[in-house]
């Protein structure tokens, strides 16, 4: 056996130690065994560093980009909304459901692009189920890969075979012939991860502690209890508020209510001062209920009920934000409407928490005081500009939903497109 043999099989063999003992991260190791093979004069430095120019280690960062714009575009979150609302809470379900969802998939396009695709999903729904997402990475893992059984184009070897038959004049498989076998071991594999696969992934034992999760918008306005303030109306042909704005209609000081949004054409967007009602808007209003009651009766307003609809679409458009207020805050002692709040901030100001509890009184009036955390409402785009303001105010929590909203969801057909082409020339 040559030096370099040797010197080859000992390399391998530390490689393989470090990659099971996870002493060092696995691409430091990568990076560390082609240095040590250069270094060893058993490669030549081209030779080392081809793979990088390698088409599959391109697809690789290609699959990746591709799958940050089905996020930003929102595709990855209506994927594991739809696969939460099937699966609901149960961690079976999700699981079976998972992995059904990814070897489908898996079965017409690359595995590459599907976990690229899968890979956000995950994440967001063991953060939804307070799941390890450990328990749901490595299930997407063995579905992708089970996935490329199922078709023809499943996977490259399938349509190397297929090709090779052809070329000597056999008869190539057809486009399901994979199929019933692929169906079979999807059937144990899934059977396998249900039953003992999950169980057998090491768990998270450590005893330090834990960095809370972000507060979700339900979690915000639980704790300046406005979960039962949050009433739904509609402006009829005949009501008083048609072809006003909200500066004309002056409705917070007339009726001590906060309008937040409204639906327009099947489409939630904030309100600014300048927002004008047209008949058929749907109006979202905080405030109490007798409050509210008053608001609608005067208007001539119709009370309605909320359904599951309006409640998926108001986290997409309408955000919450709390704020707290510094010594040197030029708000502290003028009241919301000294100050016109909602004109100087494009945000309403939903509650205010002092000294730990929520204010009763009409908001408006209420000169404002040092450390006073206000829950300010309005569009996302606004919430995130808060971050560059540090005089008035400083950011406090801006809860976890924010993490969902797409900024580019105008464009999730093209980024959708761009995708299943990427995914089909792989």
């Known amino acids: 056996m040559s030096g370099e043999t040797l010197f080859v099989f000992i390399l391998l063999a530390v490689t393989i130690a470090l990659f099971a003992s996870e002493l060092l991260p696995l691409d430091v190791v990568a990076v560390l065994v082609v240095l040590a093979l250069m270094l060893g ?10 793979g990088f120019g390698d088409p599959l280690v391109l697809l690789l960062a290609g699959m990746f980009v591709v799958g940050e714009g089905l996020f930003r575009t929102g595709v990855a979150f209506r994927i594991s909304a739809w696969v939460t609302r099937v699966a609901g809470t149960s961690e079976v379900r999700l699981l079976i459901m998972l992995m059904l969802s990814v070897a489908g998939l898996s079965a017409f396009i690359s595995s590459i692009g599907t976990v690229a695709i899968f890979i956000p999903v995950a994440i967001n729904l063991a953060a939804k189920t307070k799941k390890d997402p450990a328990k749901l990475l490595m299930p997407i893992a063995v579905a992708s890969l089970i996935g490329g059984m ?211 009184e009409d908001l408006v009036e209420v000169p404002l005081a040092f450390g006073d955390s206000l829950l300010l409402g309005g569009s996302w785009r606004q919430v995130d500009l808060l971050h560059t303001e540090h005089n008035d105010f400083l950011v406090l929590t801006i809860p976890r939903e924010m993490s969902e909203v797409a900024p580019e969801r105008d464009k999730a057909l093209l980024a959708l497109l761009i995708f299943l082409a990427a995914c089909w020339r792989s």
């Open 150 to 360: 199922l078709t023809l184009i499943g996977t490259p070897p399938n349509l190397v075979v297929a090709a090779e038959l052809s070329r000597n004049h056999l008869r190539p498989f057809g486009f399901f012939a994979f199929t019933p076998f692929g169906l079979l071991i999807l059937i144990v594999g899934i059977g396998y991860m249900v039953m003992w696969g999950a169980k057998l992934l090491p768990k998270d034992n450590s005893k330090e502690e834990k960095t809370p999760s972000r507060l979700s918008l339900s979690d915000l306005a639980d704790t300046y209890e406005l979960t039962r303030q949050l009433h739904y109306l509609g402006v009829k042909p005949g009501s008083t508020l048609k072809n006003q704005t909200i500066d004309q209609a002056r409705v917070r000081f007339r009726y001590g209510v906060t309008i937040f949004g409204l639906e327009r054409q099947g489409r939630v967007v904030p309100v600014t001062p300048k927002t004008e009602f047209h008949e058929g808007d749907r109006i979202f209003i905080i405030g109490s209920e007798e409050r509210v009651k008053l608001f609608s009766q005067s208007e001539n307003l119709s009370l309605l009920e909320m359904g599951e609809k309006q409640k998926g679409l108001v986290p997409l458009e309408l955000g919450l934000v709390e704020v707290l207020l510094p010594p040197r805050s030029r708000l502290i002692g003028k009241t919301l409407s000294e100050i016109h709040f909602r004109e100087r901030y494009g945000l309403s100001v939903l509650g205010i928490l002092r000294l730990g509890t929520s204010l009763k």
């Open 41 to 50: 004069h058993v490669l030549s430095p081209a030779e080392a560093l081809a």
